[in-house]
């Protein structure tokens, strides 16, 4: 995918967001943020009795780059088990956003999924809600 396409791709994402909302009930909420930015994502997980992602959402608030990488990341482990979630890679996030256009940004493009992996974390140790802080 070349730049301009890696740009419209986020944007989407961004103007059209995935699985945006409170989920409720949930299984598990977590939060996560980086302070220096302000980038702020609340993510709510339903887990199946298999232990797969049946519902995911999420509520944020901050840059293009965190807030489009959130969509996208709902969206890529709807229907994973939790274990195949704890698995994924930073790199891939950044590389599906277009790694040239988020580069300068990790963090902002890796909040979602390091908040997405602590609330499967959260849930597989039997705890309600969890707290990250990138």
């Known amino acids: 995918m070349d ?3 890696q740009i419209e791709f986020i944007l989407d994402h961004y103007e059209n967001p995935r699985n945006h909302g409170k989920l409720d009930p949930a299984d598990v909420v977590s939060n996560g943020g980086n302070p220096g930015c302000g980038d702020i994502v609340t993510i709510y997980l339903k887990v199946d009795d298999q232990e797969r992602i049946e ?3 999420f509520e944020g608030q901050g840059c293009t780059i965190s807030q489009a990488a959130a969509s996208l990341i709902t969206e890529m482990v709807t229907g994973k088990p ?3 979630v704890l698995e994924l ?3 891939a996030i950044i590389d599906e956003l277009g790694r040239e256009v988020v580069m300068s940004r990790p963090r902002c493009a890796t909040l979602a999924l390091g908040t997405i992996k602590a609330a499967a974390a959260s849930y597989k140790k039997g ?3 969890a707290q990250m802080e990138v």
């Open 55 to 57: 519902q995911v959402s």
């Open 89 to 91: 890679d930073y790199d």
């Open 127 to 129: 705890e309600r809600t």
């Open 3 to 5: 730049r301009q396409s």
């Open 82 to 84: 939790l274990d195949e």
